[in-house]
């Protein structure tokens, strides 16, 4: 090895200065604002080269979604095994995932519920990595709740949802403070109090 490259790390490919180029431009921009120029520009790629891996933007942003999700899973994966094997711990481990984003300088929200917001109505392949990221976080959640045996496991899901869903919304819009840290609070007082299915009920 050379004396001028030893220690030197590889540049990353064309393909994931675009992906990485797409994340900071379609989250702080937005999708819809965010044209294909400012991502090839900001990666530093060809047209040609952008065109080779993705195809147009439409691939770009599915790839952006797909990119977010396994990032996201893999924070939940670690402190749901730092939490341990309990139910409601792992309940809980999901606020605290939460909770990192939301310390992120330069957060803006949810990805997914902003990226369905501004391709609004449109039939687009990227609504189905949204609705797949929202159904596999609720099949989780339902998850723990069943192992947890608690009665009535749909209503709590669903109180569950709108205190994650409530919680990014008004901390991105700055209308409730610290909202993450009140919404663990309330997870953990409903957790606490509501009732659970009897030994009968769960057979």
């Known amino acids: 090895m050379s004396p001028l490259t030893a220690g030197t790390a590889p540049r990353p490919s064309a393909r994931s200065r675009l992906l990485e180029a797409a994340d900071e431009l379609f989250y702080r921009q937005g999708v819809d604002a965010t044209g294909v120029d400012a991502v090839i520009e900001a990666a530093n790629v060809a047209r040609m080269t952008f065109y080779k891996h993705f195809g147009g933007k ?5 790839a952006y979604l797909e990119e977010r999700d396994a990032r996201w899973r893999g924070l939940l994966d670690d402190l749901c095994q730092a939490a341990g094997p309990a139910p409601v711990a792992r309940i809980m481990a999901v606020f605290d995932a939460l909770a990192v984003y939301h310390r992120r300088p330069g957060y803006r929200g949810c990805a997914f519920a902003n990226a369905a917001a501004q391709l609004g109505g449109r039939d687009h392949p990227a609504g189905a990595v949204v609705a797949a990221h929202k159904a596999a976080h609720r099949a989780r959640l339902a998850e723990w709740v069943d192992e947890a045996r608690y009665a009535d496991a749909e209503e709590l899901v669903d109180l ?3 205190l994650y869903e409530g919680a990014t919304t008004t901390e991105a819009l ?8 009140k919404a663990q ?5 409903l957790l606490d109090t509501w009732p659970r299915r009897t030994e009968e009920e769960t057979r």
Do not use: F, Q, Y
């Open 58 to 62: 439409d691939a770009l942003v599915v």
């Open 160 to 162: 569950l949802l709108m």
């Open 174 to 181: 700055g209308t409730v403070t610290e909202a993450v840290a």
């Open 185 to 189: 609070r309330t997870v953990a007082r």
